[in-house]
């Protein structure tokens, strides 16, 4: 009798286990970055298994480049990563460029460096608010949006827009800056500068943000490579590739004469530039802190080099030069380029058949590549890691998706 | 007030008493609404100007101070709305069930010396009982809703809450354990005089011991960086994630009442409770009882008192919301069993060794006058805890000997 009752399955089923609940996270929900559908496996709070829905933002961006010029297309990418659209315009024209075997005029280059690097501090600063809202914290997220209002503000004079810019564009840029303008970034830079002390007080020292953040989602160099992660999420693991000085010689050649120290962690220690935080001991290499950290970094490098840039760009006698025509014919052949956009590393592909409108267009999305890694850092995580780990991802659905 | 009722008027003795309870229940349930309208409003304006923001500024002139008699409004009219599966009866008890905890603790929280709903002779065990009532609201909430998101955060609460209790308890116990009675207006009536008199700053555990009460109340009103059960980043909104319109403000209410709440008990258990930093009124001859209009203005004065005092601490709950990031529940259950829990304990011990072996502090003899008075008082009173419930707005019998005792 006993042995029968054992083997009865209810019996075994009614011991400790516990039953598994499978959660939506998304695509409403106010964490997961815009419409991202996160489907939890919990057991109680922790969470055995994560998997990431993604297409809700899908706009068929790729095919639409297959149906417009070279130079018409600038918009789209603006759409992809909407926080970095000067990036995304920087990273297609110069993919073009490459095709047309194209050189842009010495101030359009260092130009292109000021704009791109305000726009990845723009980037970073949302990145950071952001998290600060993932992990429940309301107040660094407007401070950090009170800190990019004033780069949009410095954007929408130079080009009209705040958002989707198309500034930077196939051959140059649409307009030079407006007079008044280089000073007015450096009042910004220098009224920023001090800023950032009161962020690291607020976040990446406080206790409980290390508490929450350090040691959490810990992602080694090996599967960082693997799952081809890129941008700050790989340099938070420690490795060493930031595009800017390893790209390809197209990209590198724009930063040309520029000194600045990628923001990683070597031999144990983070760049000694500028006066930084130490890190904690709870931190691991590769977890959520580290992420975040080297975020922070680069913001301060990327200050670095918006001021050298202006010093640069205003050295620069002579025009700036014309943008290509909105129907500039492709040479036959194709193109593919990476930049190192906030996010990751961002790559355009083109294929021409000899006409002003490509055969093909390919882009190679930093984001998408970086959430995939996601799951495997929220297997056995607690619910409220999991906000955590995607946030210090910084993924942007627009461009996951396109 | 019953008295004058039953004597003047000629009701009936039961009648008088309902009358006189349907006054004072209606006079806290306007503490409470009205708390939570200012309350609110501070939030939000505080918030805002934490976060370089300006915060309302045209609803009701040039503060918006009628916002939140807005947003009530608003809620009012919104529609009613509730989800398929929920069970309904249940989803439609709970925010009450939430409130009428909140509230029922203010019945027997002191205002002043005879402004009290009911003075009980457990005053303290009352409030954190009652208040500890809250959770079941939360747990029905989040069970009804039929959402996986509400019973995440009804879990937690219920987690959290039942263990906060514990060293919430403990730390309520040390002034118990000083004044030698669980009155909450004689352990305040103990503290008066000058502000060394404050329990606080009885010893050195005392002080220690306030900042883990307001840690644990904290933890137990839910609010950040402890508000798990309505972690918005992770749970949508938690517990209340389906409602909507009154029901949810019943929810909101209850939270303000709540931080209110913990916040007067601290001030009264610690802070001096209706005694200010300076005893004026005693300086100035009042509290000695020489004009017979005198006790109504300390009264006064007490109220206002006890009232700032617990404005104070909500705003610092207000000041931590805006500024620190949320803890995981793992941690705040550390927090709690590992840290708060006994550290209360040890504080509970060295408070104890501290009445046994330095009764009367570092240097005796230098307590104020006029707590040596009221101490007098009270010892000659013979019961330290009064048998007598005492609604409010009766100046009974005991409360008439503090004025005529130096008379």
């Known amino acids: ?330 040479p036959a052949g194709d193109a593919y380029l990476e930049t190192e956009c906030p996010k990751g590393q961002m790559g355009f592909y083109l294929v021409s058949e000899g006409a002003a409108i490509p055969w093909r267009v390919r882009a190679r999305s930093s984001s998408f590549s970086n959430l995939a890694v996601a799951p495997e850092l929220c297997r056995g995580c607690l619910i409220a890691d999991v906000p955590a780990v995607v946030g210090s991802l910084d993924i942007v659905m627009g461009e996951i998706d396109r | 007030m019953a008295e004058f009722l039953i004597e003047t008027i000629g009701l009936p003795s039961w009648l008088a008493w309902t009358a006189v309870a349907a006054v004072a229940a209606f006079l806290i349930l306007n503490v409470i609404a009205g708390g939570a309208l200012v309350f609110i409003w501070a939030e939000r304006k505080i918030a805002a100007r934490i976060q370089d923001r300006l915060g309302p500024t045209r609803t009701g002139g040039r503060f918006g101070w009628l916002q939140s008699l807005a947003d009530g409004i608003k809620l009012l009219a919104k529609e009613d709305l509730m989800p398929d599966g929920a069970d ?46 809250e959770v079941f609201g939360v747990i029905l909430a989040g069970y009804a809703s039929a959402s996986k998101w509400s019973l995440f955060g009804a879990m937690r609460e219920a987690a959290q809450v039942v263990s906060y209790e514990v060293p919430l308890g403990m730390c309520v116990v040390v002034p118990v354990m000083l004044a030698g009675s669980m009155d909450l207006v004689t352990i305040a009536e103990k503290q008066a005089g000058w502000l060394t008199n404050w329990y606080i700053f009885h010893d050195p555990f005392t002080f220690v011991i306030f900042w883990v009460y307001y840690t644990c109340a904290v933890a137990s009103v839910n609010r950040a960086p402890f508000d798990l059960a309505e972690a918005e980043s992770e749970l949508v909104a938690g517990f209340h994630t389906e409602y909507s319109g009154l029901r949810w403000s019943f929810f909101f209410m209850a939270e303000y009442g709540s931080m209110f709440l913990v916040s007067a008990l601290a001030a009264v258990l610690f802070l001096g409770g209706w005694n200010g930093p300076v005893p004026i009124a005693s300086l100035l001859g009042w509290s000695d009882g020489s004009s017979l209009s005198a006790p109504y203005a300390v009264r006064l004065l007490g109220c206002a008192n006890l009232m700032g005092k617990a404005t104070a601490g909500v705003l610092v709950m207000m000041w931590i919301r805006w500024t620190l990031p949320r803890l995981r529940i793992d941690q705040v259950m550390t927090t709690c069993l590992k840290y708060c829990t006994p550290i209360a304990a040890l504080m509970f011990a060295g408070v104890m060794l501290w009445q046994l072996f330095l009764p009367g502090g570092l240097v005796p003899g230098s307590r104020h006058q006029a707590a040596a008075v009221r101490e007098a008082w009270l010892e000659g009173r013979g019961d330290r805890v009064p048998s007598t419930n005492v609604p409010l707005g009766v100046v009974p019998a005991t409360s008439r000997q503090v004025v005529g005792v130096s008379q």
Not at chain 1, 94 to 123: D, F, G, M, T
């Open chain 2, 88 to 133: 309904g009866m249940l989803f439609r008890l709970a925010p009450y069930v939430s409130f009428c905890a909140s509230f029922c603790a203010f019945i027997a929280l002191p205002f002043a010396f005879d402004v009290v709903g009911l003075r009980l002779n457990v005053g303290v065990f009352f409030v954190v009982a009652v208040l500890g009532l």
């Open chain 1, 1 to 330: 009798m006993s042995q029968l009752l054992d083997d009865d399955q209810r019996i075994i089923e009614f011991d400790v286990r516990t039953d598994e609940m499978l959660v939506n996270m998304g695509p409403q929900h106010p964490s997961t970055h815009g419409v991202l559908r996160l489907v939890l496996r919990t057991d109680g709070e922790i969470v055995s298994e994560m998997e990431p829905h993604i297409g809700y933002l899908h706009r068929c961006a790729e095919k639409i480049g297959e149906n417009l010029t070279a130079r018409q297309w600038i918009p789209y990418t603006d759409r992809m990563d909407y926080l970095a659209a000067m990036n995304m315009n920087l990273g297609w024209s110069l993919a073009v460029e490459k095709l047309l075997r194209y050189e842009v005029s010495e101030k359009a280059r260092h130009l292109r460096v000021l704009i791109a690097e305000l726009n990845r501090i723009a980037s970073h600063l949302v990145g950071m608010g952001a998290y600060g809202l993932d992990l429940g914290t309301f107040s660094p997220f407007l401070y950090a949006f009170r800190e990019r209002e004033k780069i949009l503000d410095l954007f929408e004079e130079a080009c009209g827009a705040r958002l989707t810019y198309s500034y930077i564009t196939v051959g140059g840029l649409t307009a030079d800056l407006p007079p008044g303008w280089l000073e007015r970034c450096e009042q910004f830079l220098d009224q920023f500068e001090p800023v950032i002390r009161e962020y690291h007080t607020l976040l990446t020292t406080n206790a409980i943000f290390v508490k929450r953040t350090a040691g959490i989602g810990v992602l080694s160099p090996e599967m960082a490579i693997d799952y081809g992660c890129t941008g700050p999420v790989l340099r938070g693991s420690g490795v060493d590739i930031d595009l800017r000085r390893d790209g390809e010689s197209i990209y590198t050649a724009m930063y040309d004469g520029y000194a600045f120290e990628v923001a990683v962690m070597k031999d144990g220690h983070y760049p000694r530039d500028h006066e930084y935080p130490a890190v904690p001991t709870d931190a691991v290499l590769g977890d959520c802190w580290h992420r975040f950290f080297v975020r922070m970094l680069e913001v301060v490098q990327s200050m670095d080099l918006v001021r050298q840039a202006i010093d640069r760009y205003s050295q620069c006698k002579g025009p700036l030069g014309e943008p290509l025509k909105l129907a500039e014919k492709l």
